[in-house]
Every structure is written in structure tokens, then in C-alpha cells.
């Protein structure tokens, strides 16, 4: 057998760190965010020491956690603006929002960076939680208002029907979401019906 180059055991590193990272943002919804490094462990199926390699505690797998989700959402919002270069109709709305949940159904980190905005990002350290807030409100929160060009509170009723949706599929830990059904609803938010 011979030994490991070094890009494969980059690309070990790499894949490891991937998974530790989506198991801490599943055992965040299962612990109800009272999580440490030996629960995310256990859900891995990987020993403690290797979880604690990469992250010695609790403060900097979160941080990376919500990284690596901004940097999910904020792409998914830049492909979805490039598309919709005007003002985005009712339709490319409705596309948007079920992009949005496919998303979050598939990536907990990307669903847990918009939780955890609707909860002014509590669960994080004080110093932590301005520059949450701020990236928030500057990558994808102002991007998305100016982007649909309302003035009242549309986009966070529209962001509240979606994330709380969604949070059933997490902490119900059911396997689908009825994404249209939902995008649905939250569509209904911005234009008023009924």
C-alpha cells in the first residue's frame, strides 16, 4: 500500500472538516443550540479528539458553521439577482423562495444563518452578534428589499413564513418539505392575497 500524497490527504482534510461541520449545524436543531463538541461527535460517528483537531471547542465550530452558510446563501442570492436583473415578477419570487428552501432543506448551515437572524442571532457570544447581524442585513437581507423594491415589511413576513417552515422540517425531523406549498404561502406575504 502506499502512503497518502499530500492533495489526498488535503482532500481528507477538506471532506472531514465538511462533515463535521454539517453534523454540528443537524446537532444545533437536535440539542435546541445547547450543544459541545463531544454531541457532535457522537452524530458524526467520529471520536472526540478528531472533532476536537479540527475545532477545540464549541465558540469556533459555530463561527465556522455560520461561515461557511453565509457564504451557501449569499451565492444562492447572487445567482438568483443575476437572473432577475429587473424588478423580479411575482414568478421569479416564487422561484426564488423555493430555491431558497431546497437549500436550506439540503444545508443546515445555510438554514441556520436565516434562523438564527430571526432570533437577532441570541444564541451566539455578544461579540459575535453584531457583526452576525451586519452581515446578515448587508449580504442578504438588503440585497433581497432592494431587490424586490418594497418598502413595508413584506420581506420579513415573506422570510418568516419560510424559516419557520422550515424549522418544522428540522426539529420534526421530517424528510421533505412540500416546498411549492410553501413558497406558496410565503408569496402570499408579498402580494397581499388571501
Not at 502506499?2 to 465538511?18: D, F, G, S, V, W
Not at 430555491?99 to 439540503?106: E, I, K, N, V, Y
Amino acid at each position: 500500500m502506499c502512503p497518502r500524497t499530500k492533495e489526498q490527504n488535503e482532500l481528507i482534510r477538506m471532506q472531514r472538516r465538511e462533515q463535521i461541520l454539517d453534523f454540528a449545524a443537524r446537532t444545533y436543531f437536535r440539542t435546541g443550540g445547547s450543544f459541545d463538541i463531544r454531541d457532535v461527535a457522537r452524530e458524526a460517528g467520529l471520536g472526540y479528539g478528531t472533532v476536537y483537531h479540527y475545532y477545540p471547542n464549541r465558540h469556533l465550530l459555530i463561527e465556522d458553521v455560520l461561515s461557511s452558510g453565509f457564504e451557501r446563501c449569499e451565492q444562492t442570492l447572487s445567482q438568483w439577482a443575476n437572473i432577475s436583473r429587473d424588478t423580479p415578477d411575482d414568478r421569479q419570487l416564487l422561484t426564488y423562495c423555493k430555491t431558497l428552501l431546497r437549500l436550506w432543506q439540503s444545508d443546515a448551515r445555510a438554514y441556520l444563518v436565516y434562523k438564527m437572524a430571526a432570533e437577532h442571532f441570541t444564541g451566539l457570544p455578544e461579540k459575535d452578534r453584531h457583526p452576525a447581524k451586519r452581515r446578515f442585513t448587508e449580504r442578504l437581507y438588503v440585497p433581497l428589499q432592494s431587490i424586490i423594491q418594497r418598502e413595508d415589511d413584506s420581506v420579513d413576513l415573506m422570510l418568516a413564513v419560510l424559516v419557520s417552515c422550515c424549522g418544522l422540517h428540522y426539529y420534526a425531523n421530517t424528510s421533505e418539505l412540500d416546498v411549492d406549498r410553501i413558497a406558496q404561502l410565503a408569496m402570499q406575504t408579498i402580494t397581499k392575497e388571501s
